[in-house]
Nanobody, 114 residues
Framework: VQLVESGGDLVQPGGSLRLSCQGS????????MTWIRQGPGKELEWVST????????NYADSVKGRFTISRDNAKNTLYLQMNNLKPEDTAVYYC?????????WGQGTQVTVS
């Protein structure tokens, strides 16, 4: 299983970014997918989860109304559209999935809002 994030960048407050997470080595459409972030000097923070079919989503209060999670199972790709970015959104963003007892993470992509 491999998850590869992309799309991180330096952006000004109020700006937007779209992160992507390309999955391989798994039947992507079978699994819920999650975005998690870690800001500088901070603990890991759950951001959002989408179910296998894409019909159910959940968000942390800190991003609700600003971020949108989605997926394209035909492309084995997870997305995170981030709007109205704030300095406190600065973090490394990871995608993660769980298959039975095992968790799989990408390498992360850096988002800096400044």
């Amino acid at each position: 299983v491999q998850l590869v994030e992309s799309g991180g960048d330096l952006v000004q407050p109020g700006g937007s970014l779209r992160l992507s997470c390309q999955g391989s080595g798994l039947t992507f459409s079978r699994y819920d997918m999650t975005w998690i972030r870690q800001g500088p000097g901070k603990e890991l923070e759950w951001v959002s989860t989408i179910n296998d079919g894409g019909g159910s989503t959940n968000y942390a209060d800190s991003v609700k109304g600003r971020f949108t999670i989605s997926r394209d199972n035909a492309k084995n790709t997870l997305y995170l559209q981030m709007n109205n970015l704030k300095p406190e959104d600065t973090a490394v963003y990871y995608c993660r999935t769980a298959i039975y007892e095992d968790n799989y993470w990408g390498q992360g992509t850096q988002v800096t809002v400044s």
